[in-house]
């Protein structure tokens, strides 16, 4: 079985690729930056471990020569454009850092784990596929642009010979979530929170991402871009499924859009004294009430990918945070 490179291990999908990969037999070895975060996983004993970082390239110079399969997942999300020069430090210039060793070690083939952040949005709401325009930089936000610049870097590898696919994936919900990163809006609805903002996004279950991912390995086409997507929710549709599955009241009242606003500004001055993150930044305000929805036919066309209903999705996602009491 071949054997696989992967960076952003400890991440959300890069843990759950992780293991869905041993589970089918490939070997694999990890380039990981902080070591101590592989107490979270299970499969800690059963990888590889390369100790280094995307953004030095010298702890990862030839690491990668006996394997036929380079995974890059690692990566920041960050909509915060105060924090700009970090992310594209890690999205960008990470992200060449792994494709210039990729094309000297002369692997078999490379899966860039990008978003649909680098894609674009449907301005009218509909729902876009792989060949919509860019048009992100309309709205100025760093996680838009990085990701985009990313894969501008793993188009010029192509160029230079490397055999890439890249992978997209919308917003990636499921068990694994070790760090509990996505329990908020699930504590809020627990707590009786009747809240909900306008809008919607595209929501997709972990498995079905990995299992595409895996897929790519084979079915992915050089040059090409998957988008991998589930169900296309606005943020009421999406907020009922968790209350119908806490079996608790669902959130009733829309807020309206001057308080979101304001408590962003707020937390936007208060992160320039303390050392917080503003959640959400202030580039974030322009995607309240936008319906950000996407078309992943051709990723279940030609990846293969499985279409798992949300409503299991978000099944799976609480009872794993039930039994890691994350909630």
């Not at 784990?113 to 100025?140: C, D, F, Q």
């Not at 490397?162 to 997209?168: H, Q």
């Not at 306008?198 to 929501?203: A, H, K, R, V």
């Not at 279950?205 to 990995?210: E, F, G, P, Q, S």
């Amino acid at each position: 079985m071949s054997k696989i490179f992967i960076t952003g291990a400890t991440g959300f999908i890069g843990n759950n690729l992780v293991e869905s990969l041993l589970e089918k037999s490939y070997k694999v070895k990890l380039l990981v930056r902080d070591k101590k975060l592989l107490e979270l996983f299970k499969w800690k004993d059963n990888v590889e471990i390369v100790s280094g970082d995307i953004l030095e390239p010298d702890s990862f110079k030839d690491k990668m020569n006996d394997c036929e399969i380079i995974i890059h997942s690692a990566a920041i999300i960050s909509f915060w454009n105060k924090i700009w020069d970090k992310t594209y430090k890690i999205n960008v210039t990470g992200t060449k850092n792994i494709l210039e060793e990729a094309l000297k070690s002369k692997c078999k083939k490379f899966i860039h784990i990008s978003s649909v952040a680098a894609v674009g949005y449907g301005e009218n709401g509909e729902a876009i596929n792989e060949e919509h325009p860019y048009n992100w930089n309309k709205l100025n936000i760093s996680y838009m642009e990085t990701k985009h610049q990313a894969e501008l870097e793993v188009y010029n590898a192509i160029k230079k010979g490397l055999n890439a696919s890249m992978v997209n994936p919308a917003n990636v919900w499921g068990k694994g979530d070790i760090r509990g990163r996505r329990t908020r809006i699930i504590k809020a609805i627990k707590k009786g929170f009747p809240f909900y903002t306008e809008g919607g996004t595209n929501f997709v279950d972990v498995d079905a991402v990995c299992e595409a991912i895996i897929n790519a390995i084979e079915n992915g086409k050089t040059g090409e871009r998957y988008i991998l997507g589930g169900e296309n929710l606005t943020i009421k549709e999406f907020s009922k499924i968790i209350a119908d599955e806490l079996k608790i009241k669902k959130p009733f009242i829309r807020i309206p859009r001057l308080p979101i606003t304001l408590y962003s500004y707020s937390q936007e001055i208060l992160a320039r004294f303390l050392p917080i993150t503003p959640k959400p930044c202030a580039s974030q305000l322009s995607l309240i009430g936008q319906r950000i929805y996407y078309d992943s036919s051709k990723a279940i066309r030609e990846l293969k990918m499985p279409v798992i209903p949300i409503k299991d999705c978000i099944h799976k996602t609480i009872e794993f945070y039930k039994e890691h009491n994350l909630i």
